[in-house]
């Protein structure tokens, strides 16, 4: 059984005392942290009873969940000499601290490639994912934000279901350098519960929103046994939904790198008609032959697999 696959079983038999001690931790927090506006359940997916049992929480949290503490993540192998820092800021965070944003620094457990060109999408699922779905003709690789999965849960289903990889993309976006080791915590533990009680799989991939990361946050995201992933090749998707690219900038990049030859992982989004739209074209210029971050390396796509 691997490290996360116990973290998530703690959940669902933790002890009296485990439970209590989660809740008064939480309740802590609670004080501390003030969350933003809590999200509506959906009616289909109630809050789960183990998680209100650990957690002491009665529905998902806002943008900024609390941290609850478990037993198997020791904050005290984290190396704290490493300092927080906003998004877009080095200064102060040396090549040693392996930072992707900065130095593009990837480490030996690291993926940032693929031997096939292929296409990854961040940010959903939202409601312009099934579009994309419909058109699909092979298996990708979905980093997922676990706010948005229990805000769609019947579209991460479907993805599922559909046989695509899933993974997290943490919580709610957070720039992840940015945060105490606290936070880092919810952010994974969060997404990963929410990905766990929509549609019990337990992630063994995770990509830094951002590409931020150093070795800080990689010391607690092994911990979850999450294995970090980036990108070699950056659509700039995301400029579309201002216009500030064009469509047709996207498939000129798409033409040039299938060209190389050299393979490769795409980063795009679906959270956007228009990134949707973008990435419909190119998995038709690539087709079918696109493999899963999964398969690029040739291993396990879930931790509970």
């Known amino acids: ?139 990708t690789t979905f980093f997922t934000q676990g706010i948005n999965v229990v805000r769609y849960p019947d579209i991460f289903r479907q993805q599922h279901m559909a046989g695509h990889l899933l993974a997290t993309h943490t919580w709610s976006h957070a720039h992840l350098p940015g945060l105490s080791n606290e936070d880092i915590v919810a952010q994974l533990q969060w997404s990963i519960w929410a990905m766990n009680a929509t549609a019990g799989i337990v992630p063994k991939y995770f990509r830094p929103p951002y590409g931020a990361i150093d070795d800080r946050v990689r010391s607690i995201s092994r911990q979850f046994g999450l294995v970090a992933v980036f990108w070699d090749r950056d659509s700039y998707d995301w400029r579309l939904n201002d216009d500030s690219k064009l469509v047709e900038e996207v498939v000129k990049d798409i033409v040039s790198w299938k060209q190389e030859s050299q393979g490769g992982l795409i980063l795009e989004h679906d959270s956007t008609v228009k990134t949707v739209n973008a990435g419909i074209n190119v998995s038709r210029m690539l087709g079918p032959s696109q493999l899963t971050v999964a398969e690029c390396i040739n291993s396990n796509w879930y931790q509970n697999q």
């Open 1 to 139: 059984m691997t490290r996360l696959a116990f973290f998530v079983l703690i959940a669902i038999t933790a002890s009296a005392a485990d439970i209590t001690t989660a809740r008064a931790a939480a309740a802590v927090v609670a004080v501390n942290s003030p969350l933003q506006a809590p999200l509506a359940p959906s009616p289909s997916d109630p809050f789960p009873l183990w998680l209100q049992e650990l957690t002491g929480q009665t529905r998902w949290p806002g943008e900024t969940p609390p941290y609850i503490p478990m037993p198997n993540i020791d904050l005290s192998q984290v190396p704290n000499e490493i300092p927080r820092r906003d998004l877009g800021v080095c200064q102060g965070i040396e090549r040693s601290h392996c930072s992707f944003d900065c130095y593009r620094c990837v480490a030996v457990d690291d993926i940032s490639t693929c031997p096939t060109l292929s296409q990854t999408f961040d940010d959903g699922p939202s409601m312009h994912t099934p579009k994309l779905l419909m058109e699909l003709e092979y298996k």
